[in-house]
């Protein structure tokens, strides 16, 4: 309850607008979080909770996203909120220009708290409403002016200051990402039918993408990224699908938004550790993965290594690590070759003190060795079960449970049978050390288990070695 008190106060103040470095793909930009890389004041009337209601004013026909200039005001009268006829009590030539004209109503921003101005508000969502079946219904295909003229209030709507992150409130640094309660942004009745909006216009099949990408540009889409700071979920879902479908309807923006998300991972995992939408990045880059082509690239590899790895480091992982463990066996099994590489990052992440980050890693181990094959295998096979045996012997019954659920899994098992030589004397004594000392009586009969298993195997080789001797003796 006090999170959400201390929220309905000022809002943060933006710095300057920053591009990202167009130089290497995993050069360190400027893709700020809450504020930077937002948008410039000069373009976009910012709604501030402790200010009056703004009006974007100035929106001609013909005037493009950056190019406008708005003023504040105090909160709307009837007379700037204008009633509009319906699109299809309009004649077809004169849609296009009562098109813009919705739009500019649209432009208008408003003070949720404020009970005054609430048919006002009303009337703007009902103006989003008919706009987003407009373009849904595809009656009217939109010419450049009235696409420039939709960024525009698009960006004007989305692009704001977002409000300061609890931890920024509290100034409690060490709080549980996972026990605060999700912020719910009160202009979203508004900000949900825009989103919509702007999802419609990029599915559209009457979306020309020579032209749309004259207003979705590289700067568009680095506000777009920046808005994943968001703490309200369902903004995060809208972006999420909304940078989906641009990156795969725009292929000139994909090697831009790889950059640009690389950007955000470097920012998050070497200066803030904090992010509200480092899941749903890496939900997208779920899908992006799939779809690379082999042989892989060079700079996808390097993203794996410079990039997804240190993902692990961060304390709030737990947040975003089903996300990342699909990623890591996309490329795992796309290139079994990565294998090798992918295991020894996790061993060099691996947490000491963490012992339910460590049963997130365990489980991430093994989705990864299913995809492994023998050779890498054997390249990485003693610093891993080194680490499997601490593993065996944590206090902590979980991490050993987990670690003595591996031998569960077929192919795991093959490849430490295959290896056993090498494996068994460094596991051994951890095994024996459970038997005799662990205090939890699941992790003993696991052991037990695991024991008899190597047993077994010992026997088999001792009998096949035997057989082996005795059909070599000479006959008498």
Known sequence: MFHKIIKRGNRKVGKGDHGIDGGGVYGYGNSGYRNSGMVSTSNVTINHASRPAVVAAGAGAGAGAGNSQQHPTLSPSPSMIETLPFFRDTAVADRPGLFVRKLQICCILFDFSDLKIVRERET???????????IQSG??????????????MISVNIFRC?????????????????EDEPYLDPSWPHLQIVYEL?????????????????????????????????????EREYLKTILHRIYGKFMVHRPFVRKAINNIFYRFIFETERHSGISELLEILGSIINGFALPMKEEHKLFLVRALIPLHKPKTISLYHQQLTYCITQFVEKDYKLADCV??????????????????FIGELEEVLEATQSAE??????PLFRQIGRCLNSSHFQVAERALFLWNNDHIVSL???NRAAILPIIFEPLEKNVKTHWNQAVNGLTGN???????????????????????????
Not at 163 to 176: K, L
């Open 124 to 134: 703007k969502r009902q103006t989003l409403m008919e706009l987003v079946d407009f």
């Open 139 to 152: 009656s009217g295909k939109m010419n450049e002016a009235c696409q420039e003229e939709l960024i525009r």
């Open 162 to 178: 977002l409000p300061p992150a609890s931890h920024e409130n509290t100034g409690a640094d060490g709080a549980d990402p996972e």
């Open 198 to 234: 702007l999802l419609r216009y990029v599915v559209s099949s009457d979306t020309d993408t020579k032209i749309a990408k004259r207003y979705i540009d590289h700067s568009f889409v680095l506000k777009l990224l920046d808005m994943f700071d968001s703490e309200d979920p369902r």
């Open 343 to 360: 295991i020894r990052g996790l061993l060099k992440y691996w947490p000491v003190t963490n012992c339910q980050k460590e049963v997130l």
């Open 377 to 382: 295998f054997q390249r990485c096979m003693i």
């Open 416 to 418: 430490i049978a295959q």
């Open 450 to 476: 695991v024991r008899k298993m190597f047993w077994k195997w010992t026997a088999s080789c001792l009998k096949n070695a035997k057989d082996s001797t005795w059909r070599k003796k000479p006959k008498p």
